[in-house]
Each structure stands twice: as structure tokens, then as C-alpha cells.
């Protein structure tokens, strides 16, 4: 018979395993970043060309998630964050061996399988760490989760400069083998701690369903990432644009209308008749665009502070510091609270962050109130960026779906990732000097308010 004392290993070791895989994951969100222009100098490419390092993952990431988390549900999270962590290895050791074999399309392959993995990697993840615990501890679980994300986000540029500075620029590739083992160890970890999960949907996989699904986002997002908010006559007439919108507008019209007709689709559209989770999803996007912002602080900072180009970064560590405090912090006030007020908590927090950003710091610059501003943005980001939707959709669904659930929150915000930054860099684009950073920090609070009042509507299940 199993003690008290055993189950709760068995929680730590869950959490520990998973854990690591979301920083896995995470990291190499933000490692390739920095070390974009050194990868395409060495294979003589130019920005626009080079960029798409970056832009194929997140694009095959998206477009991955629901469909590896309905994989998930069906055949079990073990088994599939198993598989997920060996895929994410064989990515990492194809981007290193692009050095040496074919250049620059074989290092593209290799960050398709790398977003392959780690959109199975992340959903299951926090599904099961969000299912695996006791309600009454769940939340504290979610925001130890979303904090390990944060961090890997926050740090994961700073690690792929340290490691082009230790190795050098000539041999970036190592940052991509160094993955091979730790993703090794993870997966005889995963072995021989995680337990065998049954079978939790029976039926058929929707291969089709998941085929179109899977292009279905694809279009999207690539329309979306080449439009232009504050000169839409212009770019919505391009091919680039045009094109893969109305791509997405005929392969949505024939995913819905296969899906009425499967047993087990790979996207529940029941879903949207649930207005619990609709508003979950309103609010993930606009947490999307929120946490996107993110990249343009170094920027931001810079300018202000007539700062050296590059210098800007050590300020998003007043960002990472509070950023997990928070949603440790937020977790445990989930489990007291619940998940409504956190959210609205922490979109508050950085509501009021954002505008003494915009409207005090941007003309009266000082380290001090800079770094003030960002560490009370971090407080609420962490409060808002994980945890709460997460809780939010795992109490509205059943736990057969709940990998497929969280994957489709996932989904949503990285849409809201996708949009955003158009906007943001359209902004300080339309106005010179520093009228356009404060438009931009005024754009972001706005997203808050529009998070925050779609929030009010939400009512748990609970009540």
C-alpha cells in the first residue's frame, strides 16, 4: 500500500521530470535569437532569409500543439512526452550537423523536428502536472510550471550568447549538441519514473482532421506574420499576405466540415459552445500579445537610456526576478482563490506597470524608476502568464481531454504572439523618438484591459 509520503515523491519526481522538459523547450525559444546573425554570416545569408531560423519554429510549434496533445490524450502524456523528448534530440543533433552536411536548409528540417518535439514537450507537460496533483494543490503546481517557463524564456538568450562567447562564433552548432544529452537523460528519466499510463480515448486517430488542422494554422500564421497593421491597403494586397489568408479561409471551411463528420475529432469543437472556455481562450490571446512584448524591452530600454546597443537585456532581469516569484506566488493564491482573481490581478499590476512606463519613465528616465516599472510588469506577468488559464480550462473539461485542452489554449496565445509584434513595432515605426515607445507601452496596457474585461465574465464551474 502506497503512504502519504510515497505519493508525494511520486508528485515531486512528476513535477521535477516535467519540469525539465519545459525548460528544455523553452530555451531554445530564445537561445537562437542572439545567435541568428552568426548562424546566417557563417552560411552567408541575408536578414530576411536568415530570420526564417526563427520564424519555422514558431510557426511549426503552433500549428503542432493540438495535434500532438489530442495524440496525447489518446495513447497517453507518458508515452508521448517520451517520444516528444527523443524528437526534440534528433532536431537538435540535425541543426548541429547542418554545420558540416548541406548548410541552411538542413538546419531549417532540424528546427522543424526541434518544434515538433517541444509542442508535444509543453502541453503535456503542464496537462499532467495539472492533473496529476490534488486540486487543492494544483495551482501552486501550475505556477512552479509556469515559472520554469518564464525562466527558460527570460535566460534562454543570455545562455546562446554565453555559449557563442565560451565556444565561439565559428562553432555555434555546439549550443544544438549540447541538447543531445540532457534530452537523454530526461527520456530514462521520464523510463523509469513516470508510470505506464492506459489508453484514455478509444476510436480511430483523425489523420485527415489532424492533416488539414495542421495546415489550417499554418496559413494563418504565416498571412498574419507578414501583415502590415498600420499599412493594411498595401500589404494585404501582396501574395505573401493574401495568399495564405484565403489559404486559411478555404481549409477552415473543409476542416469544420470533416470534423462534424468524425467520431473523435482532433479539435473538440464543442468547445466553442462552452463560454467558460471561450473566454479562456479570448484571454490567452491577449496574454499572447502581453507576453510578446517582452522582446522589444531591451529596445525600449536602450533608448531611453541612451544606452550601447546589446546593454538593454540586463534590464529584463528585473523582469526575470519578479517574473518567477509570481507564479509560485499566483499559484497558491489559485488554490485559495481560484483563478480568476490572480489573472485579474496580475493584468492590473501590469496595467498600472505600463503606463507609469509610458507616461513617467519615458521622459524621466532613470535606472531606478526603470528598473521599477519592469520589476512590477515581471510581478504581474507572472501572475497572469501560465497558471491561471491553465487552471481555468482544466476545471471545464474532463481529464480524458485535457492534454488537447491546454494545447489549444497554447495555440491560441501563440496566435496572439504571432499578431503582436506587428502592431508593437508599428507603432514606434509611426512615430519618431519617444512618442513611439510610449504608444507602444499605452498598446500593451490596452491588451490588459481587453484580458482583464473579458475576464470578468468568466465564472468557474465552482461557483
Known amino acids: 500500500m502506497s503512504t502519504k509520503k510515497d505519493k508525494k515523491q511520486g508528485f515531486v519526481g512528476i513535477l521535477i521530470i516535467y519540469c525539465m522538459g519545459l525548460l528544455i523547450g523553452g530555451l531554445f525559444v530564445g537561445m537562437v535569437a542572439p545567435v541568428r546573425t552568426v548562424i546566417q554570416e557563417s552560411f552567408c545569408l541575408d536578414d530576411s532569409t536568415g530570420i526564417w531560423m526563427i520564424n519555422i519554429y514558431t510557426l511549426f510549434y503552433a500549428a503542432f500543439i493540438p495535434v500532438i496533445g489530442k495524440i496525447a490524450d489518446k495513447f497517453g502524456r507518458n508515452k508521448v512526452f517520451s517520444v516528444c523528448i527523443l524528437v526534440f534530440m534528433a532536431g537538435s543533433m540535425i541543426c548541429g550537423l547542418s554545420a558540416r552536411i548541406m548548410g541552411f536548409p538542413v538546419l531549417l528540417v532540424g528546427r522543424v ?12 507537460a503542464n496537462a499532467e502536472i495539472g492533473t496529476s496533483f490534488p486540486k487543492e494543490k494544483r495551482g501552486l503546481a501550475l505556477g512552479i510550471a509556469a515559472a520554469v517557463s518564464g525562466i527558460s524564456n527570460v535566460v534562454g538568450s543570455g545562455v546562446g550568447s554565453a555559449l557563442v562567447e565560451v565556444f565561439g562564433a565559428n562553432h555555434w552548432y555546439v549550443m544544438f549538441y549540447l541538447a543531445a544529452p540532457i534530452c537523454f537523460i530526461l527520456f530514462l528519466l521520464s523510463k523509469f519514473v513516470l508510470k505506464k499510463q492506459n ?19 499554418l496559413s494563418l500564421l504565416l498571412g498574419l506574420k507578414e501583415l502590415d497593421f498600420f499599412n493594411l491597403s498595401e500589404t494585404i494586397v501582396k501574395m505573401e499576405v493574401w495568399l495564405p489568408l484565403v489559404l486559411f479561409v478555404v481549409f477552415i471551411v473543409i476542416f469544420f466540415f470533416v470534423e462534424n463528420k468524425v467520431e473523435n475529432p482532433v479539435f473538440h469543437i464543442e468547445f466553442l459552445h462552452s463560454r467558460p472556455i471561450v473566454i479562456t481562450m479570448i484571454a490567452s490571446f491577449f496574454i499572447g500579445c502581453i507576453i510578446i512584448a517582452m522582446m522589444l524591452v531591451p529596445e525600449y530600454a536602450e533608448y531611453i537610456m541612451n544606452a550601447p546597443t546589446g546593454s538593454g537585456g540586463y534590464y529584463m532581469l528585473a523582469i526575470g526576478i519578479t517574473s518567477m516569484i509570481g ?3 499566483g499559484g497558491k ?11 485579474l490581478s496580475g493584468l492590473t499590476l501590469m496595467i498600472g506597470a505600463y503606463l507609469f512606463l509610458g507616461f513617467y519613465v ?10 521599477i516599472g519592469l520589476a512590477v510588469v515581471g510581478l504581474g506577468l507572472g501572475f497572469a502568464m501560465g497558471s491561471p488559464t491553465n487552471y481555468m480550462i482544466l476545471e471545464n473539461t474532463n481529464e480524458r481531454d485535457s492534454t488537447s485542452a491546454i494545447a489549444t489554449v497554447a495555440l491560441v496565445r501563440q496566435v496572439g504572439t504571432t499578431i503582436a509584434p506587428a502592431i508593437f513595432v508599428g507603432f514606434i515605426s509611426a512615430d519618431n523618438g519617444v512618442s513611439g515607445y510610449q504608444h507602444m507601452l499605452i498598446c500593451i496596457a490596452v491588451f490588459c484591459v481587453l484580458a482583464g474585461v473579458v475576464t470578468l465574465f468568466y465564472k468557474s464551474p465552482k461557483n
Open 333 to 343: 493564491l489559485v488554490d485559495r482563490f481560484g483563478a480568476k482573481p490572480v489573472l
Open 113 to 124: 523536428i526541434q518544434a515538433i518535439g517541444a509542442g508535444g514537450m509543453i502541453p503535456v
Open 327 to 329: 507564479p509560485p506566488l
Open 362 to 371: 519615458s521622459v524621466n528616465p532613470s535606472v531606478a524608476s526603470l528598473i
Open 199 to 217: 489508453t484514455v480515448e478509444s476510436g480511430k486517430l483523425d489523420y485527415l482532421g489532424s492533416f488539414l488542422f495542421i495546415i489550417t494554422i
